[in-house]
């Protein structure tokens, strides 16, 4: 047989094997936690915060928790949408593609995208020290926004390279200014993608727990304020999962099927918001 056929149906094969492992192993954690955490969960689960004794098997719910993540997950994300948009726009506006700076921003991003969330979240905690902040919602979203933010400045950045250097161009032909090139026209051609690019961030800082730990501490109470600490579902998870009492583990499976389906609505409307603006794409 000829080496290169050899070679083709070996990698077609390795190709087939890994996406089977991926699918496999993400079939295996979902089938995993509907099992075991679809008969935990109530109305009560999501309409409630903790009563005292919860983690004892108690009654309460974990809605502190589901509030938290969803008001820590959109502070954060927006702190992090004010330093990733102009960055992203700067990349691809004002320097050259294979520009020594370029190169070396995108190095930078590529390695803090690359750095475990816990070092994030023990960097926050030194931060909360030195500017004498308390574990709180606010701490909490300083550390997620610095998790997110490489993340979502990459993902805006491939999506502006994407966008045709001729249309830039023939914008600044026309007379136009950079800004107004950035702002008028570059921008609602990579709407969709950004868009994307920020509900999957958001997705990515609301599952974390590592980075929150130390710096947005835990309350059974409804978050209320910046300065005080908010739970998050990752942590109700974490706590659930590691008492003694089977009806608070089954509860913590629960718990992480709510955080799974926000995930998961969370990647159906980045591709229902980014299908709908894509109308505006020139292609």
């Given at each position: 047989?000829?080496k290169?056929?050899?070679?083709?149906?070996?990698f077609?094969?390795?190709?087939?094997?890994?996406?089977?492992t991926?699918?496999?192993?993400l079939?295996?954690?979902?089938?995993?936690?509907?099992?075991?955490?679809?008969?935990?969960?109530?109305?009560e689960?999501?309409t409630?915060?903790?009563?005292?004794?919860?983690?004892?098997?108690?009654?309460?719910?974990?809605?502190?928790?589901?509030?938290?993540?969803?008001?820590?997950?959109?502070?954060?994300?927006?702190?992090?949408?004010?330093?990733?948009?102009?960055?992203?726009?700067?990349?691809?506006?004002y320097?050259?593609?294979?520009?020594?700076?370029?190169?070396?921003i995108r190095?930078?991003?590529?390695?803090l995208?690359?750095?475990p969330?816990?070092?994030?979240?023990?960097f926050?905690?030194?931060?909360?020290?030195?500017?004498?902040i308390?574990?709180?919602?606010?701490?909490?979203?300083?550390?997620?926004?610095?998790?997110?933010?490489?993340?979502?400045?990459?993902?805006?950045?491939e999506?502006?390279?994407?966008i045709?250097?001729?249309?830039k161009?023939?914008?600044?032909?026309?007379?136009?200014?950079?800004?107004?090139t950035?702002?008028?026209v570059?921008?609602?051609?990579?709407?969709?993608?950004i868009i994307?690019?920020v509900?999957?961030?958001?997705?990515?800082?609301?599952?974390?727990a590592?980075?929150?730990?130390?710096t947005a501490g835990f309350t059974?109470?409804?978050?209320?304020?910046?300065?005080k600490?908010?739970a998050?579902?990752?942590?109700?998870?974490?706590?659930?999962l590691?008492?003694?009492?089977?009806?608070?583990?089954?509860?913590?499976?629960a718990a992480?099927?709510?955080l799974?389906?926000m995930?998961?609505?969370l990647?159906?409307?980045?591709?229902i918001?980014?299908?709908?603006?894509?109308r505006?794409?020139i292609?």
């Amino acid at each position: 047989m000829d080496k290169r056929k050899i070679e083709e149906n070996f990698f077609k094969l390795l190709m087939i094997f890994s996406t089977l492992t991926v699918l496999g192993s993400l079939a295996f954690i979902l089938l995993t936690i509907l099992w075991k955490g679809i008969p935990a969960l109530s109305w009560e689960m999501v309409t409630q915060s903790p009563k005292g004794g919860y983690y004892i098997g108690k009654a309460g719910g974990v809605l502190n928790a589901i509030l938290g993540s969803l008001i820590l997950g959109i502070g954060s994300t927006l702190l992090a949408i004010v330093l990733s948009l102009p960055i992203a726009f700067y990349l691809n506006l004002y320097l050259q593609k294979k520009s020594r700076l370029a190169l070396a921003i995108r190095f930078a991003l590529d390695v803090l995208w690359g750095i475990p969330s816990i070092v994030y979240g023990a960097f926050g905690f030194t931060l909360m020290l030195w500017l004498k902040i308390p574990a709180s919602l606010l701490a909490g979203m300083i550390t997620i926004a610095l998790l997110i933010f490489p993340i979502m400045t990459r993902g805006i950045d491939e999506v502006l390279k994407m966008i045709s250097s001729e249309l830039k161009e023939a914008t600044l032909a026309l007379g136009s200014t950079r800004w107004e090139t950035a702002t008028k026209v570059i921008f609602r051609q990579a709407l969709p993608g950004i868009i994307t690019a920020v509900l999957l961030a958001f997705g990515r800082g609301i599952s974390d727990a590592a980075a929150v730990l130390f710096t947005a501490g835990f309350t059974d109470s409804l978050p209320h304020s910046l300065w005080k600490p908010v739970a998050t579902l990752p942590l109700a998870v974490f706590f659930q999962l590691g008492t003694p009492f089977a009806e608070v583990q089954a509860r913590g499976y629960a718990a992480a099927l709510i955080l799974t389906a926000m995930v998961l609505l969370l990647n159906i409307l980045a591709r229902i918001i980014g299908s709908r603006f894509s109308r505006h794409i020139i292609k």
